[in-house]
Nanobody
């Protein structure tokens, strides 16, 4: 059974920092491209940051320079360090694991963690 469990969300003031973690089980973590997505009320889910099996990263323009994604394959965990948080970063953040060999049916989501940034 595949599980992605996010943690680290919470309430923070604008300008503060949070570090999200996503621990995977039931998958071969090292062959999955990992991503963090977010969904604010009334909006579509959007990609925040992604990291490939080889460590290449990409970020949404809105978080470049503030957020950093990283992974630890030995711990089957992906992280999202969020600095200089803004109220518009408020959303539910979801972890995603996607098979790097193109097997599209091997695509998994966590349950989400709430991030709230107060002004």
């Amino acid at each position: 059974q595949v599980q992605l469990v996010e943690s680290g969300g919470g309430l923070v003031q604008a300008g503060g920092s949070l570090r999200l973690s996503c621990a995977g089980s039931g998958i071969i973590f090292s062959i999955n491209d990992m991503g963090w997505y977010r969904q604010a009320p009334g909006k579509q889910r959007e990609l925040v940051a992604a990291i490939t099996t080889g460590g290449s990263t990409n970020y949404a323009d809105s978080v470049k320079g503030r957020f950093t994604i990283s992974r630890d394959n030995a711990k089957s965990t992906v992280y999202l360090q969020m600095n200089s948080l803004k109220p518009e970063d408020t959303a539910v953040y979801y972890c995603n694991a996607k098979d790097s060999y193109g097997r599209s049916w091997l695509n998994y989501w966590g349950q989400g963690t709430q991030v709230t940034v107060s002004s």
